[in-house]
T-cell receptor
Framework: AQTVTQSQPEMSVQEAETVTLSCTYDTSENNYYLFWYKQPPSRQMILVIRQEAYKQQNATENRFSVNFQKAAKSFSLKISDSQLGDTAMYFCAFMKQRSEGAQKLVFGQGTRLTINP | KAGVTQTPRYLIKTRGQQVTLSCSPISGHRSVSWYQQTPGQGLQFLFEYFSETQRNKGNFPGRFSGRQFSNSRSEMNVSTLELGDSALYLC???????????FGPGTRLTVL
């Protein structure tokens, strides 16, 4: 079974700073996807960024980027120029790659990120 | 396009009762997944439906069940409610074999 571990339950930074959230996972699969989801206090889960395991290039979405280390099974999220709206719970998630049918997300326990003005 | 909608948003029940939660996926999405979110256990996968068939089931007792209709709307049912069933229940939809899962706002269930 796959497991996802986020070792930082809470983090707090000042606005405009850069922050990195850690995530490690355990799997015997070779093909899979990794995600970072954001859940603001309003509770709507939003996809921040995703990474396909077969891609060596780290994914980037505007101020959000990842450091994907497949051999180390590490998948960290870097938020640059942090904004007050980035305040949220962040979940790292894993999904096996399958040709069809059922797919489920395995989530980490989350990191509560607070951006202070 | 309208997002994933879940009804009701809040629900209060007592132990022993049963409850039905509803999820309407984004138009055109055929897959609906359900997750339970609690402070202690985090986010856990309940089940996934694709074209009216349950494709995958998480490690939950048989009191948790679901179904999907021909219009892709899905319901989940919890019978004989226990205090530990208090949680935020999230529904997510996706379009095909591999696509991003879009989450709804959730239904907050409180069992007294």
């Amino acid at each position: 079974a796959q497991t996802v571990t986020q070792s930082q339950p809470e983090m707090s930074v000042q606005e405009a700073e850069t922050v990195t959230l850690s995530c490690t996972y355990d799997t015997s699969e070779n093909n899979y996807y990794l995600f970072w989801y954001k859940q603001p206090p309003s509770r709507q889960m939003i996809l921040v960024i995703r990474q396909e395991a077969y891609k060596q290039q780290n994914a980037t979405e505007n101020r959000f980027s990842v450091n994907f280390q497949k051999a180390a099974k590490s998948f960290s999220l870097k938020i640059s120029d942090s904004q007050l709206g980035d305040t949220a719970m962040y979940f790292c998630a894993f999904m096996k790659q399958r040709s069809e049918g059922a797919q489920k997300l395995v989530f980490g326990q989350g990191t509560r990120l607070t951006i202070n003005p | 396009k309208a997002g994933v909608t879940q009804t009701p948003r809040y629900l209060i029940k007592t132990r022993g009762q049963q409850v039905t939660l509803s999820c309407s996926p984004i138009s055109g999405h055929r897959s609906v997944s359900w997750y339970q979110q609690t402070p202690g256990q985090g986010l856990q996968f309940l089940f996934e439906y694709f074209s009216e068939t349950q494709r995958n089931k998480g490690n939950f007792p048989g009191r948790f069940s679901g179904r999907q209709f021909s219009n892709s709307r899905s319901e989940m049912n919890v019978s004989t409610l226990e205090l530990g069933d208090s949680a935020l229940y999230l529904c997510a939809s996706r379009q095909g074999t591999y696509n991003e899962q879009f989450f709804g706002p959730g239904t907050r269930l409180t069992v007294l």
